[in-house]
């Protein structure tokens, strides 16, 4: 079937559809989703428990190796990986690459009934599912409280109480979260706050009163209970009991029991008896949270905003950054002082890359006109620049229906295809042009042009299709998801390439590509200042007298470019050898060249992070002081000298979190899991081409100082900076050291230390340390169960009780109108603090408090800070 000739024949119609096409694809571009990545299916989820107080080995074997146990079972799993730490277990459960999608929603259902059915050591121990863990926010705010005008800092009798901050979060969350497009907004980085009730050893030994009775006290105090219905002839009534605290100062003066002293009765209260009670926020805070402008670092609350499946990403950041202006300088519902900036905005990097794909169609169009031009004509360049948006927008129209969305990859494909796609009519208007100069008419030299290129056109469009397509059947599971768009699009823009130049560019050919007027005479510049020269040439060899040519050196003599090209390949052919090993020697020397092998390249965007983490055993305040020295190195670093001599200042804005790692800012970025001793940095710089030099003078920094700008080495923590990648998630290069069940502890860390010291002695690694960090110190409270049995107390009440006094027993929930906040009964921050206090304590039995040292000895050993699993093994 010649399909020019029938697209010829129906010139009406095949122009209308192609007009069509074209402004559908218009349509398409302005309405389609756009976002960063490829929706792509993280097949992992967190399962995460907190047991305050319980030392490494026992939440392992206790809690850990259950849940793992009991997920084991389902056949949908790929592997279990769990990292198990002071007070908490987390099990990652991945899964098979093979899974569909629509199917893994039901897969985290079996997962749940899995786990609740995982018998735990203690009943108010509750395991949580996170199956969201692969959300990514495209809008990360930070909403701080700026100084005034000429200060680096508030006055601390002026500053916001973290309380406030939140409060004024919650403004501009509500205010975004009823946008389109917004599928939620969390908090992070909010301070908790709590209701304590504190005691000291000497005091709490004396009272008869014990946690259990002031537990029951409290509760019995705060109620939110049904009182009932009750049904008159007027209607029904609901019965609301009260019993709700409304004032903090109400707990202080509950009554425990009353005496009776001459028949007159006399309240015992909680404050008469020695106990603090007081409101304040939670100790050791659970998360710190900083947020870094040009004039210094504030506390902060941070919002990160995720949308909806199919929007567009640059509406919905657009309309939240609109909201949040008309709330702060239109209706000022916010203080003057406080500011709400963007610290990632995924929408900056959307935009950029679709005007990177814009002005490389404008480009390619431009090329196009301006070298055809010059080589074969304007009307052969007017042809050929007219099939390029044609085929990108009738492309874009295409790709949407197999669920194509606008993001880096299917761009990316796009900017791919523009090389290619301008093959099929190059070859359509050339093969046109040469029959035209033969003798034959505009219209048939095009049809028999396209007939004759059409199958050879078509095999070599074949085949760079099945250069890209084996993508779809070789990857499964995420890395299929997130590369789908490229061979997708590619194919689809290189067909409808060639079924274009097969009819529409063959109207236009027929209607536009003329032979010049003098055939002797190019019409194009090059061409035309080609015969000019050559002309000169001949006239001046005429002139020095040479014998007349043939008329094929005739020929030659007017064109220069086919003299070289003429001498050219003769002396190839008269040194076929050489040649040919000119030719294999080029092709290795560019196979020497240091051109990396990633599959996912970096991200070269204005954005990288730094994981800080210190031993197990450090607390969040001395994790927070590290990352103030790394803040601080940030700052000092950030002036630096463009090659053209300009100063500039490389840090826009960046946002700490200390403790936990907040919501997913980016694809390839998992956060971190929660734990004091961890903190994730997020840098924002002022350009993209600034990044990789502020990574790698960071890196110098903390390892090893600069004296010139007074920054000091920061030992004793792992800190990497780290740039994005364009990709799924992937881990960095790592040898992996395993035991069976519960190996041996001692003889694996040994086997990690001989191979860690191998990798470092090689050349080029950097950052080489294990996972499971340093042992921590630990108390070990030895009972003896006889005396324990006699003086009616139990291992177990004897834990509890140790639990209370120093990590604090919740009692109850305090509710002040939708807030929330839970009361606490601990030791006073002085004897928490005091380990020789263990000796001086009392626990609760059946037969009231005996001390501690009478029941039990207290030694001192080395423990796990941390130990790592998979499917079940150390």
């Known amino acids: 079937m010649n399909v020019s000739a029938l697209a010829m024949q129906y010139r009406p119609v095949v122009v209308t559809l192609v007009a069509l096409l074209t402004g559908w694809g218009i349509v398409t571009f302005v309405t389609m989703p756009r976002r960063e990545d490829p929706e792509f299916t993280i097949r992992t989820c967190v399962v995460s428990t907190q047991w305050p107080g319980a030392p490494t080995v026992k939440v392992e074997e206790l809690i850990t190796d259950k849940i ?4 084991d079972s389902i056949e949908a799993v790929d592997y279990l990986k769990s990292e198990t730490t002071n007070g908490q277990s987390i099990v990652y459960v991945n899964l098979e690459d093979g899974v569909p999608t629509a199917e893994i929603p039901n897969v985290w259902d079996k997962v749940r009934a899995k786990v609740d059915l995982v018998p ?41 109480s973290a309380r406030q901050l939140e409060v004024y979060a919650d403004q501009v969350r509500d205010a975004i979260r009823l946008l389109p497009g917004v599928a939620k907004v969390e908090k992070h980085g909010v301070q908790d706050e709590a209701i304590f009730i504190e005691t000291d050893l000497g005091t709490w030994s004396q009272l008869e009163l014990t946690t259990s009775a002031l537990r029951s006290l409290i509760q019995s105090r705060n109620i ?29 003066a509950l009554t425990v029991a009353t005496v009776s002293n001459n028949n007159i009765a006399s309240h015992v209260r909680l404050r008469d008896l020695g106990l603090d009670v007081r409101r304040s926020y939670l100790t050791p805070p659970q998360v710190i949270c900083r947020f870094t402008d040009e004039r210094g670092t504030h506390p902060a609350v941070m919002l990160g905003v995720t949308m909806k499946s199919g929007a567009n990403i640059i509406d919905i950041c657009g309309a939240a950054m609109e909201k949040i202006r008309q709330i702060v300088e239109v209706e000022q519902t916010l203080p003057r002082d406080i500011r709400v900036l963007p610290v990632s905005n995924l929408a900056d990097n959307v935009s950029r890359k679709i005007s990177d794909v814009i002005a490389n169609v404008v480009s390619a169009i431009v090329i196009v006109v301006i070298v055809v031009y010059l080589f074969v004509g304007l009307r052969t360049a007017i042809v050929m620049a007219a099939n390029i948006p044609i085929v990108v927008l009738a492309s874009i129209a295409v790709i949407r229906q197999f669920g194509v969305q606008l993001e880096q990859i299917s761009l990316a494909s796009i900017i791919i295809a523009l090389g290619l796609l301008v093959d099929n009519a190059v070859q359509v208007c050339d093969q046109t042009r040469t029959n035209i100069l033969a003798g034959m008419t505009p219209r048939e030299a ?28 070789a990857l499964e599971g995420g890395g299929s998801e997130y590369v789908y768009s490229l061979p997708v699009t590619l194919s689809t823009t290189l067909l409808l390439s060639w079924f274009f130049a097969m009819t529409i560019c063959v109207i236009l050919a027929a209607a536009f590509i003329r032979a010049p007027q003098n055939r002797d005479i190019p019409d194009a510049p090059l061409p035309w200042l080609n015969y000019r020269l050559g002309r000169l040439i001949q006239r001046w060899r005429a002139r020095r ?22 001498k050219s390949a003769q002396q190839t052919l008269s040194f076929k050898w050489i040649s040919v090993a000119i030719a294999v020697g080029l092709l290795i020397a560019t196979l020497q060249l240091p051109v990396s092998s990633e599959f996912f390249p970096k991200d070269r965007r204005d954005q990288f992070f730094v994981n800080v983490r210190l031993p197990e055993t450090a607390t969040i305040h001395h ?48 956060p971190p899991p929660p734990g004091p001793n961890a903190a994730e940095i997020l840098v924002r710089t002022t350009d993209g081409r600034w990044t990789d030099s502020l990574i790698a003078d960071l890196r110098a920094a903390v390892e090893s100082g600069n004296e010139a700008l007074q920054i000091q080495p920061i030992p004793g923590a792992q800190i990497v900076a780290k740039q994005l990648a364009l990709g799924p998630p992937s881990p960095p290069v790592e040898l992996r050291v395993t035991g069976d069940g519960f190996a041996d502890i001692t003889r694996l860390r040994q086997i990690a230390g001989e191979v860690r010291s191998l990798i470092r002695a090689e050349p ?26 006699l003086s009616g107390v139990s291992s177990a009440s004897i834990a509890d009780t140790l639990n209370a006094y120093f990590s604090g027993v919740k009692l109850t929930e305090y509710r002040e109108g939708d807030h929330t906040m839970p009361i606490f009964f601990r030791l006073r921050a002085e004897d928490r603090q005091d380990l020789s206090g263990i000796d001086r304590a009392f626990v609760e039995g059946a037969n009231g408090k005996v001390p501690l040292n009478s029941v039990a000895s207290i030694t001192t050993t080395w423990q796990p800070g941390k130990i790592e699993r998979r499917n079940q093994n150390r």
């Open 68 to 71: 793992e146990e009991a997920l």
């Open 446 to 473: 095009a049809v028999r042009g396209a007939k004759t290129l059409m199958f050879p056109m078509l095999s070599g469009t074949l085949t760079t299709i099945a250069a890209f397509f084996p993508m779809l059947l």
């Open 623 to 670: 994790t927070s002081r590290v990352v103030a020295q790394v803040e601080s190195a940030l700052r000092k670093l950030s002036p630096y000298r463009a090659a053209d001599g300009a100063e500039i200042d490389r840090l826009r804005t960046m946002r700490s979190l200390i403790g936990k790692g907040g919501s997913r800012w980016a694809l390839g970025v998992d």
């Open 224 to 252: 939110v209970a049904p009182g009932g219905m009750i049904d008159t002839e007027q209607g029904k009534f609901q019965v609301s009991p009260g019993g709700e605290f409304n004032a903090v100062d109400e707990i202080g």
């Open 120 to 160: 735990m050591p203690a009943a108010n121990i509750r395991p949580v599912v996170n199956d969201e863990f692969g959300d990514t926010s495209v809008l990360v705010l930070g909403i701080y409280q700026a100084p005034a005008d000429g200060h680096e800092a508030v006055a601390p009798e002026h500053q916001y």
């Open 764 to 789: 080029g690694t950097w950052n080489v340390t294990d996972s499971w960090g340093i042992d921590g110190f630990q108390l070990d409270v030895e009972v003896n169960q006889e005396r324990a049995n």
């Open 545 to 566: 007298g040479d014998s007349a040519a043939s008329p094929a050196s005739q020929v030659q003599s007017d064109n220069l470019f086919l003299q070289l090209y003429g």
